[in-house]
């Protein structure tokens, strides 16, 4: 028997389902960590078919799970902004230097003469550009490989009972953002059917008007109905609890910036960035626990935590902290120079540190493939 | 169950209470019809069940409103979500989240009802509802019934003692009323819940209530037995008009009991002419339609909406356009308009036979005019003068000087609307009456009405037919798209009925809706196999001594 007949076996037999949001959440954010320590291009095009591999691999036939296209877009405008930044505001040039062309310099004030504006662009300065732009780029299609592998509204299940209302906002928003839209194709229409010869603002009132109070409406309607249903229901809770909370978010949140600067800036003084870190997660957890506990509210099915959320999760770990330590390779081969252009190396442990990533493709339970029942009539 | 003592609620800016010193004892397991005209404060009466009103909509509630022992003065409105579910008139509007599973767990979720506990409701009330085999598609995809049934399951889920429904039916089809409906009585008796029902099309519900609150308009509330506020009432559904005119005691309320009741009234007309149903149509010119439309073709991607449809309107007539949610008649008006979406197929309108797709949206108006499915749409100023001045400005070059004014329409539509007040505050009849005299002005030969009888009490739709009959008699086709066959019974000469965007029956209304029991108006059910439709046809039918 072939060993891709095999693998289809084993697949097969795996009982499909959904893998708990904050899994591939861990999982994206590992690899993203992994991303920003490495400008080597290799490495980074290595990335985005790990990300490829496991996104055609288990995602689902949701809308959000079509974004990561627009992603991958984003991600080639992020380099040519990059490149065409670069080239406009060239830098200095040594005569080693390969030059493609030579842009028109703008003479600038001499109060304004540490950037210049103009000149000749080389390749090496465009090359290092694009692997910057290129950096940005993966760490955003990180992200977009979330958003399309995790449901967006099972993750916001997940946040902790304060945040509650922040998550049915959103989602409150994503549903009303369509009917907006239908809204306003509705006036739009109708307005023919009074052929007004209006011109400039009045056509805009003569449809922002109906759209709005049909909004409000909407929206006043819909809030009486959360209330009826129970939204809101009071728990324990006291002003000067809401006030400990905010105070306690608020601080914790400033710790995690700064831990997060930290720890990604190498030249940051080292107690800038785990402490930091650890004590921003820490106040920020008494904020969400103190806060959690005037909600009263269960949840609906919650996602199990089951071996495969610990595998997916540990994979994007593994690859963040593997490309931390740097063990095993020298930290040049990560931030390949191009000043003499050469070809970027590439280092075996990074390179293993990432495609470990691509492992969830197969250790997370195939997907759930919802029946098709016919369309609306 | 619920009980209101000497309850009066008065808004902020009304001069005098919409309730006054209510009074009412409901006791549990009841069925308890609202009945009343528009405006008579049936919402606010429905919304003080829960304390909505006035926590939530501002006003000022004198006595006390208390539900099983717990008084809404002292609880706002979400302390009874597991006391009482509330439905509203339009399902979408409610919707929290977006799949049916999800929707149903949501009101437990509020209540903190433990996972597996919540597991096991969800999938009861999936089967008591017949929403099983839905289970996980998203709302927005459902049909109007199926998104009402959504909504009565999620708040069954919360095991309420009482039910409070808002005009379930409103925008549903006859069969998906139906449907609702029987959903509503099986649970009050398989569960014994307390069920508050607002409804304007009596004729639906008025056979399962086991009483009747009447508000008469002047803030009171009449509680009694269905029979008895039927007996007086000044809105009644056809079956109970026919037992006041041929005086039958006690008073039936469903077809059955006045199928029964009938028999001596049918062998008296039997040998009798029946009267028309609709006068003669005196302006009728079938050889020369006002407009005529072949192998008509709206498509949207995928989905035909309306497909290779022949349509010929002759001046004088009034054609109902019916069919289930979603069936192409929308899509057909609009197309006929010229403002809607069409693919294929000729239309000529006017004498001059002009396509409506063609002309500037001036010309198009002045050819064919349509009052759309949400008249508000097409207002956007401040005050009632302000929408008419437009209209007149509006019209002005398309139409000659001798045409009325839009104030003048106006008036003749529905007298005594001031000309201050804004568009917002007017009734549901009066905003009808407003756009209809807005598209009048382009004096179009050709009036479509998208669904006008959503919203409009009996005596509102009472208003509209005498409306669309003076509009015809002027020597114009109109077409009105409705699910109302009792409106159709009175109001329409000829009947389309559509399905899958197809004409599936087109002809004189007598034949078109006596064809199926489902579109039978009540009083054709209650003579059959005698042709009447409508009260008054009988009424004209028995000589004058016999009358009471």
């Known amino acids: ?377 | 169950m619920i009980v209101f003592d000497h309850v009066s609620v008065t808004y902020s800016d009304a001069d005098h209470p919409v309730l006054q010193d209510v009074n009412l004892q409901i006791p549990e397991g009841e069925l308890c019809l609202l009945m009343g005209r528009t405006g008579s404060g049936k919402s606010t009466l429905l919304g003080a069940i829960n304390g909505l009103v006035p926590h939530f909509t501002g006003g000022t509630l004198a006595g006390r409103v208390v539900v099983d022992g717990r008084d809404t003065a002292t609880n706002p409105p979400r302390e009874f979500a597991d006391l009482i579910g509330v439905v509203m008139q339009d399902p979408t509007a409610g919707f929290v989240t977006d799949t049916v599973e999800e929707e149903l767990a949501y009101g437990m979720e509020q209540l903190a009802v433990p996972a597996d506990v919540m597991r096991k409701r969800v999938e009861e009330i999936l089967d008591l509802l017949g929403l099983a085999e839905l289970r996980d598609r998203p709302l927005y995809e459902l049909s109007g019934g199926q998104q009402q049934r959504v909504a009565i399951g999620s708040v069954l889920t919360t095991h309420p003692k009482v039910l409070v429904l808002d005009e379930p039916t409103s925008a549903l089809d006859p069969t998906a009323a139906e449907e609702v409906l029987a959903t509503i009585t099986r649970l009050v008796h398989d569960l014994g819940l307390t069920v508050i029902l607002a409804e304007h099309r009596l004729e639906r519900v008025v056979q399962y209530a086991d009483r009747i609150l009447y508000l008469a308009g002047d803030g009171s509330v009449r509680d009694d037995a269905p029979a008895e506020i039927l007996a007086t009432s000044a809105v009644a559904p056809p079956v109970v008009e026919l037992g006041r005119l041929a005086g039958w005691q006690p008073l039936p309320l469903s077809v059955r009991d006045a199928r029964r009741a009938a028999e001596p009234l049918r062998t008296e007309l039997a040998d009798r002419p029946v009267p028309p149903q609709r006068p003669p149509l005196t302006t009728l010119h079938a050889d020369e339609p006002l407009l005529a439309a072949r192998t008509i073709l709206v498509r949207y991607g995928d989905l035909v909406a309306v497909r290779n449809v022949d349509v010929s309107l002759a001046a004088g007539q009034v054609t109902a356009l019916m069919g289930r949610n979603g069936s192409g008649k929308s899509s057909l008006l609009w197309a006929l308009q010229g403002s809607g979406a069409r693919q294929g197929g000729t239309l000529r309108a006017g004498s001059a036979g002009l396509d409506t797709a063609d002309v500037s949206a001036a010309k198009a108006r002045s050819l064919v005019g349509l009052v759309p499915q949400t008249p508000a749409d097409l207002l956007y100023l401040d005050t009632v003068q302000d929408e008419l001045d437009q209209a007149d400005a509006e019209s002005s070059g398309v139409t000659d000087s001798s045409a009325p004014s839009a104030r003048d329409l106006l008036d003749r539509l529905a007298p005594g609307i001031p000309d201050e007040v804004h568009p917002r505050d007017l009734s549901e009849g009066q905003r009808l009456a407003l756009v209809l005299a807005i598209q009048l002005r382009a004096a179009p030969p050709v009036v479509l009405l998208d669904e006008p009888t959503r919203g409009l009490d009996y005596p509102g739709k009472q208003a509209l037919t005498a409306i669309l009959d003076d509009l015809a008699a002027e020597g114009r086709a109109i077409v009105v798209s409705t699910h109302d066959v009792e409106f159709v019974a009175t109001a329409a000469d000829r009947v389309i009925v559509m399905a899958q965007g197809e004409i599936v029956a087109d002809g004189p209304t007598a034949n078109v809706i006596t064809a199926s029991p489902a579109f039978s108006p009540q009083v054709a059910k209650i003579l059959a196999p005698l042709p009447y439709l409508t009260v008054a046809q009988v009424a004209q039918a028995r000589p004058p001594g016999q009358r009471r």
């Open chain 1, 1 to 377: 028997m072939s060993k891709a007949v095999t693998l289809a076996l084993i697949e097969s037999r795996r009982v499909p389902r959904s893998l708990h949001p904050v899994a591939w959440w861990l999982w994206a954010l590992g690899l993203a960590t992994a991303v920003s320590r490495t400008t080597n291009p290799v490495l980074l095009i290595l990335v985005l078919a790990v990300l490829g591999f496991v996104i055609t691999q288990r995602r689902t036939e949701a809308p959000w799970a079509r974004a990561f296209k627009y992603y991958l877009a984003t991600a080639l405008v992020v380099i040519a902004i990059r490149v065409v930044f670069r080239s406009i505001f060239s830098s200095a040039i040594t005569p080693e230097d390969h030059i493609l062309f030579r842009l028109p310099r703008i003479p600038t004030p001499h109060w304004y003469s540490g950037v210049q504006i103009g000149g000749p662009v080389s390749l090496e300065a465009t090359l290092s550009a694009a692997a910057d732009g290129l950096r940005l780029g993966t760490l955003l299609c990180c992200i977009g490989a979330a958003n399309a592998l995790a449901n967006p509204k099972r993750a916001l299940r997940v946040l902790p009972g304060a945040l509650y209302e922040l998550g049915v906002a959103v989602v409150v928003s994503l549903s009303v953002a369509p009917q907006l839209v239908e809204s306003v194709q509705r006036v739009r229409r109708a307005r023919r059917l009074r052929a007004g010869k209006a011109k400039g603002l009045r056509v805009l009132r003569s449809i922002v008007i109906p759209v709005l109070e049909d909004a409000l409406e909407r929206s006043l309607r819909l809030a009486a109905a959360m209330d009826s249903r129970g939204y809101g229901r009071v728990g324990r809770a006291t002003a000067s609890n809401r006030r400990i909370t905010a105070g306690l978010m608020l601080a914790g949140m400033l710790g995690l910036c700064a831990g997060a600067y930290g720890l990604l800036d190498g030249t940051a003084p080292r107690y800038l960035g785990l402490p930091a870190i650890v004590a921003g997660a820490a106040l920020c957890c008494t904020g969400l626990a103190l806060g959690s506990r005037r909600i009263t509210r269960s949840s609906y099915r919650p996602d199990p935590w089951l071996a495969p959320e610990w595998a997916v999760a540990a994979c994007g770990v593994l690859s963040a902290v593997l490309l931390f330590v740097s063990a095993g390779y020298s930290a040049a081969d990560l931030n390949p120079s191009f000043y003499p252009l050469r070809w970027p190396t590439l280092p075996v442990v990074p390179t293993l540190a990432i495609l470990v990533a691509a492992l969830p493709g197969i250790a997370a339970p195939p997907v759930l493939r919802p029946r098709r029942v016919e369309a609306k009539a």
